[in-house]
Nanobody, 127 residues
Framework: QVQLVESGGGWAQPGGSLRLSCAAS????????MGWFRQAPGKEREFVGY???????????VYADAVKGRFAISSDTAKNTVYLQMNSLKPDDTASYYC?????????????????WGQGTQVTVSS
């Protein structure tokens, strides 16, 4: 089992930046894909992006169209931590953000396939 803890949420003005962290513990060796999702009040959980390790240190990232070019996922494997750097924030980015982990193969943009979830961290973008 993998345990995930997010941090780094808060308030930002439109155009501002925030960085979220997701620290993993437990059986992190099985978490080949780490995803970020978000959920705004009254809306369904939405895919934000994921990072997937292919072999060794090789990996790739995929982003939702809504955040492409503004958000970036990175990792520090020594710390078992994945980051979500959010730039050029918009009010529409306001949501609770969740990191998730999964192994195996499938649609990595689908929240259903993820086995472990963090508790979420709130991001509010307003002036």
């Amino acid at each position: 089992q993998v345990q995930l803890v997010e941090s780094g949420g808060g308030w930002a003005q439109p155009g501002g930046s925030l960085r979220l962290s997701c620290a993993a513990s437990g059986r992190t060796s099985i978490a080949f894909t780490m995803g970020w999702f978000r959920q705004a009040p009254g809306k369904e959980r939405e895919f934000v992006g994921y990072i997937r390790w292919i072999s060794g240190s090789a990996y790739y990232t995929v982003y939702a169209d809504a955040v492409k070019g503004r958000f970036a996922i990175s990792s520090d494997t020594a710390k078992n931590t994945v980051y979500l750097q959010m730039n050029s924030l918009k009010p529409d980015d306001t949501a609770s953000y969740y990191c998730a982990a999964r192994g195996g193969y499938g649609d990595y943009t689908d929240a259903v396939g993820y086995d472990a979830w963090g508790q979420g961290t709130q991001v509010t973008v307003s002036s």
